[in-house]
């Protein structure tokens, strides 16, 4: 081995652990570290995508209430008076963010959102869009995950953590991002709970939530706190970060009816067989969360209330074929790329949402319900020769016949079915 070579050997890049032997550049810096050209490479695209959002979110206007809320129904059909209340909590955080620097001499409290709704109402659909919409970072989180400090589970504080990651670790980005806790509802404290066992992910969370979600510095891992207990901590102020809790709350009816002596069934009033009012139509009241088993403190660090409606199957249906995301139009996208033009007939999409809505996972159920009609189309069509057009119909979603594929501009099914039927006014 020349001693040329053996002196390359030597030189490790301190980020990657190349040797100068395996890249074709590397610079030297003091007390014999190195950097390869590589990793410079890869730090200059991280930091250049740092800049793009940041000079993307202060060039932005902030968008009016108004404006939100029409961004809002392109990805989220029904649920308007959530929307409109979402549109407006949302201005206000942001508008009080840009002039907080002002003359004013009144100081605007933040006022932080709580969403009330059955599961696949769109909870978690509207922090995604807000996000997209404000061009902020966004951190998704269970509360069921959550425990007390010193317990199997997160600590409150990795909550900070998940949206720094999303951040890319950009201080100036974490403090104007939104964090969603979801199932907020499961760490309801269990008041008449008969076990003998501490409820290590109910009240206790609740009490580490409150100065977080309020606004606090606070002392935040950057790798995750329990693996890396000797790490430096970061200290961030979670003052500006909006925070946006969910849950379902089932029995927070049962509450309200005790309250109000009306009889109310799930999260609709049932007042006869075929006429269904919704709970969201009543007034939610502090007292109720505090009865299902919320500290007070975390309920008046939730002001603004909104309660989503249940889905019905005329908005199951528009929910699959109108959004700017809909699932029709993303399995359409995906069959054309099979060179096949894939369409739903009107009472195909009627019969989707109506077999979603019978599964009672809201707008969830209609991916999975589209999966079970198209699989075995979507298995055999890529091999199959001359196929040009697939239709779903209400037939073949309710498995009366196979899914229709046409070949050649000719209408064929599996041997044995019944013939298709015309007149059916294609939507998708």
Known sequence: MSKKHSEWESYICSFCGKTRNEVSCM???INDAYICK???FLFEQKLNQRDARKRMAEDGELPTPMEICRCLDDYVIGQEAVKKMLSVAVYNHYKRRKYKDSSSRVELAK?????????????????????RI????????DATALTEAGYVGEDVENIIQ??????????????RGIIYIDEIDKIARKAD?????????????????????????????PAGG????????VQVDTTEILFICGG???GLDNIIKRRCNKAVIGFNQQTDKNRMVPVAAMRVLPEDLVAYGLIPELVGRLPVVGVLEDIEVSALADIFTRPKNALAKQYIEMLSMDGVELSFTEDGVQAIGEKAKKRGTGARGLRAVTEEVLMETMFAVPNMKAVNKVVVDAGAVNNSRPVLIMKDGKRRRAPGSKRATGGKRQVA
Do not use: W
Request: net charge negative.
């Open 27 to 29: 610079v030297a810096g």
């Open 38 to 40: 590589e990793c410079v």
């Open 111 to 131: 006022a932080n959102v709580l969403l009330i709704g059955p599961t696949g109402s769109g909870k978690t659909l509207l922090a995604q869009t807000l996000s």
């Open 134 to 141: 404000l061009k902020v970072p966004l951190a998704i989180v």
């Open 162 to 175: 998940r949206l720094m990651q999303q951040s890319d670790y950009d201080m100036e980005q974490v403090v």
């Open 193 to 221: 709970n008969p076990s003998i066992t501490r409820d290590v992910s109910g009240e206790g969370v609740q009490q580490a939530l409150l100065k977080l979600i309020e606004g606090t510095v606070a002392s935040v891992p």
């Open 226 to 233: 329990r693996k890396h207990p000797h790490q430096e901590y």
């Open 248 to 250: 379902a709350f089932d």
